[in-house]
């Protein structure tokens, strides 16, 4: 049960909204401070331009009703059809041509693109996540957000907190970012992003995608393609960012289109009918269900706590 917020809109979208197949990109494991499942009603906590928020969000019927609290609370609350995918264009998306996206689409009903419209927020985690293991990332990013992030504003779930500003990621020691796990070159560039905090922020206006936006976010010294593309899929709702350099992704996409592991060259290569929207199929396999065979060498978890 929620309270009253300082903040509240009943949405009714154009086309259903599943909750957790469209904020799915956002969760950094089970335990992330800043977002809590509820059931199928969804707890966040934000850092916006005007303060922290906690917004609660729940489909009821064909509509989504959120609540926010904080000194953000209109700020979250006016966010939430863009949050939720509303300016997701699918115009020219067509995946009759392939059977295996045809019928993964058909199932995945409720699943659109998300845009936070927070560039910073959602560069932090990805540069946590550049070259480790999944697990040693969500370790970081859980003790870094518990130690310094702002206590959720009203009745969030206990232990939530929000991403701290860019201010107070400046301030951690580096000490503080080692014992979290964290090595030099993460935390050099978690400082350099934290440095043009501003203007990162005001590549927004740039729309969801593009050459120029990508450039911009890469000028950032340690983020390249991969960072870039995690970003902007988050922040910016880019349609078409391929995450270029990830571990797993290009044997994902070659053994659910082609039936064999391919490398980044062949993931592109078949991507590119796609072009526009080829992180939305991306997003289509990854919510199929659909798992490639496991053989082959896993990528080792580094302690950096000891080095």
Not at 186 to 194: D, F, G, K, P, V
Not at 239 to 255: E, Q, R
Request: charged share 25%.
């Amino acid at each position: 049960m929620t309270t009253r917020g300082d903040a509240t809109t009943t949405w009714s979208p154009s086309e259903p909204v599943d909750l957790r197949r469209t904020l799915r990109p956002l969760g950094r494991g089970s335990l992330d401070p800043t977002m809590r499942w509820d059931g199928s009603a969804v707890w966040r906590v934000i850092t916006t331009p005007d303060g922290t928020a906690t917004v609660h969000l729940r489909v009821v019927a064909s509509t989504v009703e959120a609540t926010a609290w904080g000194d953000g609370a209109e700020w979250a609350i006016a966010g939430v059809p863009e949050l939720l995918g509303d300016g997701d264009d699918t115009e020219g998306f067509d995946v009759s041509g392939n059977e295996f996206l045809r019928e993964a689409q058909r199932r995945l009903g409720g699943l659109r693109l998300l845009r936070t419209n927070r560039v910073f927020e959602a560069m932090m985690p990805a540069i946590l996540e550049q070259k480790v293991t999944g697990k040693e990332a969500r370790r970081s990013w859980r003790e870094l957000i518990a130690r310094h992030g702002e206590p959720a504003p009203g009745p969030a779930p206990d232990g939530m907190r929000a991403c701290p500003t860019p201010a107070v990621w400046r301030m951690i020691p580096s000490w503080e970012w080692h014992a979290a796990g964290v090595d030099p070159q993460r935390s050099r560039t978690a400082l350099a992003a934290a440095s043009v905090a501003s203007g990162l922020e005001r590549t927004l206006t740039l729309g969801r995608g593009g050459e120029e936006l990508a450039a911009r976010l890469r000028s950032v010294r340690g983020v390249g393609v991969w960072t870039a593309a995690e970003t902007t899929q988050r922040s910016h709702g880019d349609p078409d960012a391929v995450s270029v350099g990830d571990y797993h992704l290009p044997a994902l996409v070659g053994w659910a289109l082609v039936g064999r592991p391919v490398d980044d060259d062949g993931m592109l290569e078949l991507l590119e009918p796609w072009r526009g929207h080829r992180q939305r199929v991306m997003r289509i396999i990854e919510h199929s269900g659909f798992a490639k065979p496991r053989f082959g060498p896993r990528m080792t978890i580094q302690d950096h706590r000891r080095h």
